[in-house]
């Protein structure tokens, strides 16, 4: 089964710049668009990425999302920090067997 | 403004049914597929199940195959989750996502969820 692999956690302090990884279990990650979606506490998930690297409209430009076709890994990027970046972030893929995928989530701390 | 309001959550015993509605708005809903996808409390998420624009295409995850029937009517722009057999792993809360793209095809790599309503939350306990 394809998985999508996320680090559980990850901290920073405001103004940093935060990096979350996502990694592949298999075949290229490239072969299928990855999205993240932002989640803060008691709500539903929004688009902060999509396509690998497309932000939608009204999503600041301090995100950006990346591939790495070498470490089989997608990421997320958040620069200039601040206090309401703090939330869950999920990555999301496609494999043609288990269909949409989703990683385990990272629980970014602004601190 | 697009919006997503799902209903028909509730706590039922473990063996039972439910069926969970999802009313759409502020968009063409018979041009786009449409999903579920769900959130154990505490957990991750984990999509469910999604339907093409016609119901032509209907796919499910491993985890509900067999039991849940997704459905749509594309008069009253809603979409169904009909849940037989319910287990206490099924106790999440059941998001409805409308699909990002537009066209043939589906399902691909070119589908994603967006945006995604509020949810309503299933307990399955006895």
């Known amino acids: 089964n394809f998985m999508l692999t996320q680090p559980h956690s990850v901290s920073e302090s405001p103004g940093k710049t935060v990096t979350i990884s996502c990694t592949g279990s298999?075949?290229?990650?490239?072969?299928?668009?990855v999205q993240w979606y932002q989640q803060r506490p008691g709500s539903a998930p929004t688009t902060v990425i999509y396509?690998?690297?497309?932000?939608p409209s009204g999503v600041p430009d301090r995100f950006s999302g990346s591939i790495d076709s070498s470490s089989n890994s997608a990421s997320l990027t958040i620069s200039g920090l601040k206090t309401e970046d703090e939330a869950d972030y999920y990555c999301q893929s496609y494999d043609s067997s288990n269909l949409w995928v989703f990683g385990g989530g990272t629980k970014l701390t602004v601190l | 403004e697009v919006q997503l309001v799902e209903s028909g959550g509730g706590l039922v015993q473990p063996g039972r049914s439910l069926r969970l509605s999802c009313a759409a708005s502020?968009?063409?809903?018979?041009?786009?597929?449409m999903h579920w996808v769900r959130q154990a409390p505490g957990k991750g998420l984990e999509w469910v199940s999604g339907?093409?624009?016609?119901?032509?295409?209907?796919v499910y995850a491993d985890s509900v195959k067999g039991r849940f029937t997704i459905s749509r009517d594309n008069a009253k722009n809603s979409l169904y989750l009909q849940m037989n057999s319910l287990r206490v792993e099924d106790t999440a809360l059941y998001y409805c996502?409308?699909?990002?793209?537009?066209?043939?095809?589906?399902?691909?790599?070119?589908?994603?969820?967006?945006?995604w309503g509020q949810g309503t939350l299933v307990t399955v306990s006895s």
């Open positions: 502020g968009f063409t809903f018979d041009d786009y597929a």
């Open positions: 339907i093409s624009w016609n119901s032509g295409s209907i």
């Open positions: 996502a409308k699909d990002s793209t537009l066209g043939a095809g589906w399902p691909s790599g070119y589908n994603w969820f967006d945006p």
């Open positions: 298999s075949g290229s990650i490239a072969s299928n668009y």
């Open positions: 396509e690998d690297s497309q932000r």
